[in-house]
């Protein structure tokens, strides 16, 4: 009887050492492919329709694309940092990662990393990325990159600021808000050189900027003569010039 139980669980062993290492179809477990939820399952982050295609982006270096939203491709970014945010002009795609990294595409499905952050002295944590008036504009923590083929780009340092928002454009002029304690409206001819405007006293915050029908507009906090904080539409037509 010892003897049939040994030579039970040699047969076991070696049946388990041939079986376990495949699937019920022969195919190898050393490898995996993702197979639910479809066509990833990384955490997105942003979605945009741009040029006819819905483009996500998110943790992992994730890309997801769909010509009709309902039908979604996974693409490969080449990288696993995470992606914060897409834009599209000048026949271009570009997507950035929360550490500096700039991707590329002709079509939003082959993507090539242009800028790493181990190209600087120092990590640019980026946030936003905007197509405005001729120029992609990459901003983030104290720092704005700019780009008009989304290949070469030009670093601006930004010093006393830790965040700035994104870049948008209207009567040849960019303008953007950094933070530092409070907000400070941001101005420039190029998206290059930055000049602060003088704001209204009551100012303190921003909570949305845009640009409509020919006017800059922020929605913001304002600081009234009381202890009352209240919001408050301010706007301009030259970016420097702001009224409550």
């Given at each position: 009887?010892?003897k049939?139980k040994?030579v039970f ?6 049946v388990?050492t041939i ?6 179809e ?10 639910n939820?479809?066509?990833q399952?990384s955490?997105?982050?942003?979605v945009e329709?741009?040029n006819?295609?819905?483009v996500?982006v998110?943790e992992?270096?994730?890309i ?7 039908y979604?491709?996974?693409?490969n970014s080449?990288?696993?940092e995470?992606?914060c945010d ?7 795609f570009v997507?950035i ?8 595409s002709p079509?939003?499905?082959?993507w090539?990393i242009?800028?790493t952050a ?5 990590t ?8 405005v008036n001729?120029v ?10 700019t780009?008009h083929?989304?290949?070469d780009?030009i670093?601006?340092k ?6 700035i928002g994104k870049?948008?454009?209207g ?5 953007t808000v950094?933070?530092r304690g409070?907000?400070?409206v941001?101005v420039s ?9 003088p704001m ?8 949305a ?8 507009m922020?929605w913001g906090q304002a ?9 408050t539409?301010?706007t ?8 409550a």
């Amino acid at each position: 009887m010892g003897k049939t139980k040994f030579v039970f669980f040699s047969v076991t062993f070696l049946v388990l050492t041939i079986v376990l290492p495949y699937s019920s179809e022969g195919v190898s477990l050393d490898y995996w492919n993702w197979r639910n939820p479809l066509p990833q399952g990384s955490y997105l982050t942003k979605v945009e329709y741009l040029n006819g295609i819905f483009v996500a982006v998110g943790e992992n270096g994730a890309i997801v694309t769909s010509s009709d939203g309902v039908y979604w491709v996974a693409r490969n970014s080449g990288t696993n940092e995470p992606l914060c945010d897409v834009a599209y002009g000048n026949g271009i795609f570009v997507a950035i990662s929360r550490f500096g990294t700039i991707l590329t595409s002709p079509d939003a499905e082959v993507w090539t990393i242009r800028k790493t952050a181990q190209k600087e002295p120092y990590t640019i944590y980026l946030l936003n990325v905007s197509y405005v008036n001729g120029v992609f504009a990459a901003t983030g923590y104290g720092a704005v990159y700019t780009s008009h083929d989304g290949i070469d780009w030009i670093l601006t340092k930004i010093e006393g600021y830790s965040s700035i928002g994104k870049v948008i454009s209207g009567n040849g002029i960019y303008v953007t808000v950094g933070s530092r304690g409070t907000d400070h409206v941001l101005v420039s001819s190029d998206a290059i050189k930055w000049t602060v405007a003088p704001m209204p006293d009551t100012f303190q915050r921003v909570y949305a900027l845009s640009y409509v029908n020919g006017t800059f507009m922020i929605w913001g906090q304002a600081a009234a003569v009381s202890s009352y904080w209240g919001e408050t539409l301010y706007t301009s037509f030259n970016g420097m010039e702001w009224t409550a």
